[in-house]
């Protein structure tokens, strides 16, 4: 596989941080789209202002957009919904704009979605040709998310979409979360626990996205999640268990929840048991199938 020069944008989060990493390591050159840019290989944008350093884009191979306002950072008040959204539309618009612009047409554009899209489904499977299961806000912002991903495959760039699981990381995201709670011995889960979670590793949402990078033959949408997801009260006791932590199981009540966040307990209520069949069968091959080696991961001590 030859070096590619790979530009991402919204690299200074979780899975971008990570992803910097394992792509420097394979040998390609990485570039950051910051706002706050301080290393040499970052560059300046602004997608709510429209700017952006030409520099970085100019002979670009591979282009990953990562960025958006954070779904469950506060809550959803009117103006924040709409962050949330104009984060991810006007980002992918600049990175088109700057595209056709510039005359430079990439190898590939990746992006990130998420699970959100399908709403609350319950108990059922869903996969990459399932609709909304219904009209919330995570399935609306969602759609918006991979609409504006759509336009850059439009203009004839191979364009990949990953609907991104829960990531798994004691250093971000809904683990960190768990784990507050479960080091002083508390395992709390939400509602009645029987929520399904389609999470996947770190390192495999990140190896995913090399993978498409380096495929020329991968297009479209897929699901980033492992190939077993679990139920919310199990994640929880499967933490407790990967930190060897003893601990006492409640639950918080989904009334308890929506006082506190709202509409925005939707992210951590609805149900969402999400098919990774798609991206096996085109060849990905998960490093972290099954949530205990997964867990066993992250805890490990020089993990």
Request: hydrophobic share 45%; glycine share 10%; net charge negative.
């Amino acid at each position: 596989m030859q070096n590619l020069t790979i530009l991402i944008a919204g690299g200074s989060g979780l899975i971008g941080t990570r992803l910097t990493q394992l792509l420097r390591a394979q040998g390609h050159k990485v570039r950051i789209l910051s706002r706050r840019p301080g290393e040499a290989d970052e560059y300046a944008w602004d997608p709510a202002g429209g700017a952006i350093d030409d520099k970085a884009v100019a002979g670009a191979d591979i282009v990953i957009n990562l960025a958006g306002a954070g779904i469950a950072e506060r809550r959803w008040t009117p103006a924040r919904k709409q962050l949330i959204i104009d984060s991810r539309v006007q980002s992918a618009q600049l990175l088109l704009d700057t595209f056709q612009r510039l005359g430079h047409q990439p190898q590939a554009y990746l992006s990130a979605a998420a699970i959100g899209y399908y709403g609350n489904a319950g108990e059922d499977w869903v996969n990459e040709y399932d609709a909304p299961a219904d009209n919330s806000f995570l399935a609306e912002s969602c759609l918006a998310w991979e609409n504006a991903a759509e336009k850059i495959g439009a203009a004839g760039i191979r364009t990949v979409i990953f609907r991104t699981g829960i990531v798994l990381d004691k250093s971000g995201g809904a683990l960190r979360e768990i784990i507050k709670p479960l080091r002083f011995g508390l395992g709390s889960y939400f509602g009645d626990g029987q929520a399904w979670y389609s999470w996947i590793a770190l390192d495999d949402v990140c190896r995913a996205f090399q993978w498409a990078a380096e495929t020329p033959g991968i297009e479209g949408v897929y699901n980033a999640v492992a190939p077993h997801p679990v139920r919310n009260i199990d994640l929880v006791k499967a933490t407790a268990t990967a930190m060897q932590q003893p601990a006492i199981f409640a639950p918080v009540p989904e009334f308890a929840l929506r006082f506190l966040f709202g509409e925005m307990a939707d992210a951590i209520l609805f149900s969402t048991r999400v098919s990774a069949e798609k991206i096996i069968q085109a060849g990905f091959h998960f490093q972290y199938p099954a949530l205990d080696a997964a867990l066993a991961h992250i805890f490990a001590k020089n993990a």
